[in-house]
Structures are given as C-alpha cells and as structure tokens.
C-alpha cells in the first residue's frame, strides 16, 4: 500500500543584533529560534527533506563556512544568546530531537549578491508536538559579521508520516 503524506513549508527568521562581535566555532547564532508549520498542527512524525536558509547580507564574511541546526519539540529551556557557546545541557535533554550538519553558506550570483544555504535530501524524521519545531543555528566555524543588524530567513520543508 502506498501511504500519501502531506506536505509541511516550515519558516523562521534568525535577527543577528546591530554588532560586530567575532563569532567563535560552535557559537549560537540569532538565539532560540521556532519553525512555525512544519508539521500538522496536532502534532506527529514528520521526515525534513530540505533547509534553505537566505541571508540578508550582500557578501560571505571571510571565514563564514558551516551551520549545524538543532532541533527541539519546545522552545529550549537553556535560552542561550546570540554569539553564546551552544551546549545541550541536562535542562535541554528532554526536548532536544536531532540535529542537521553541513549546512553550507555561498555567495549566489556576482556584483549585487546573497549568501544563502541549502541542503537538499536530508531525509530526517522527528515528532513535532504542536506543527512547530524550535532550534539553534549555530556556527561551526569563526567568522566576524558586517557591524548592521542582519536577517537570515529559513525555510524547512517536510512531509508528514
């Protein structure tokens, strides 16, 4: 038999504070964050099959390499800051799901350009509570960001099981 799954359009927007200071690997990036509609709104399995993260920034910050997402039913209890050392602590455990690696910044196109990220076929089932997932961006390498408050707009697409 085959089993017909609905599709999920997940989004969040990440405001990176109006600063400059240098982001060390494994720093949270822009705080806890919620991707609204990723799932049914009861709640239930869900597989995320892409993430697309478009950034608000005309040039790729010198060192700006990999994110890793981690993903929680809740919002994380731990609450860490934008530019603050990522941990799962024990008060996280319970809520915390997965996480996604290898999340690849590039600069698209030449002269007037975006930085965006895209990984396609991740294929990772999890269990939303409510049709919302919550989650920490966070870098996996150094880089200093532009002195202006930045966005980066995130779009997580899944199917439900």
Known sequence: ATVQGYGYHGTS?????????PYT???????ALTIATVGPTGGGEIFITNLNIMMNITALPAAMTT???YLYNVTPPSAIAD????TLG?????SYLRRI????AVLLGTGTSSV???LDNINLQCKTLNGSLFAYLVTDGAFTPAANSETYSMVVKSVGV
């Open 83 to 86: 530019n603050s050392p990522f």
């Open 13 to 21: 927007t990440v405001t990176r504070a109006a600063n400059q200071p």
């Open 67 to 69: 994110f890793s997402l």
């Open 101 to 104: 690696t290898g999340i690849t």
């Open 25 to 31: 690997a494994n720093d949270v990036v822009g705080g």
């Open 90 to 94: 024990s008060g996280d455990r319970a």
């Open 116 to 118: 965006g990220c895209q």
